[in-house]
């Protein structure tokens, strides 16, 4: 086990964009299955697999091509490069990706309207979208390790958006409401009480 991480680690060094869009894919597709278990349901794996369909054609190639292009752009961890990188992505990065999620899950769901998650969810996620991760993503994660350390934030956001997607209005109150009944519920129906 203590050899997985050096060779991960050179994974990146020499392949950087697989290593993080297969760490990104799995943690994305990961955030999805616990949001399913959180939320006291079966497993639906192929929910799971088109989460991860999504993240791998989509949302880990972005990140990367993004990230690094946004490093070209404004290099360092100065805080104007940083909080440049920051603005950039947050009126770039996030509505893309944010679009792409909701309009993308609804392509492989097979929806009528591919449109109205994204209609009636898009401003709601985006308010919530990642102003911590990116701020921390620039100041002080390495280059090579940007797309995956995203892809562990990415792994935190994917259980609020796929739950978002799949119940919530996008929403981080819908969120914590829908879990502290689950919770609530469970507590209260235990046999230990």
């Known amino acids: 086990m203590a050899g997985w991480w050096p060779a991960l680690s050179r994974a990146a060094r020499r392949h950087p964009w697989p290593t993080n869009v297969l760490l990104y894919g799995s943690l994305y597709s990961a955030g999805d299955a ?3 278990r959180l939320q ?9 697999r088109r989460v991860a369909t999504l993240a791998v054609t989509f949302h880990a190639n972005f990140n990367y091509v993004w990230l690094g292009l946004l490093e070209r752009a404004l290099p360092g961890r100065a805080p104007r490069a ?15 990706a944010v679009s792409a999620f909701y309009t993308g899950m609804s392509i492989l769901q097979e929806k009528d309207d591919i449109f109205l998650d994204l209609k009636q969810k898009f401003w709601n996620t985006y308010l ?3 102003a911590f991760e990116n701020l921390t993503n620039f100041s002080l994660v ?7 350390y995203t892809g562990v934030c990415g792994f935190l956001w994917a ?9 919530g209005d996008g929403t981080l109150k819908s969120a914590f409401t829908i879990l502290r009944t689950k919770w609530t519920s469970a507590i209260e129906g ?4």
Not at 159 to 167: D, E, K, L, P
Not at 190 to 193: A, D, F, I, R, Y
């Open 82 to 96: 940083v909080l440049a990188k920051l603005l950039c992505d947050q009126v770039v990065g996030a509505p893309i």
């Open 159 to 167: 259980i609020f958006v796929c739950f978002s997607q799949q119940s």
């Open 190 to 193: 235990s046999p230990e009480k």
């Open 40 to 48: 006291g349901c079966e497993a639906d794996w192929r929910q799971t």
């Open 34 to 36: 616990l949001q399913q």
């Open 142 to 148: 390495p280059v090579q390790w940007r797309t995956a």
């Open 128 to 130: 919530v979208s990642q």
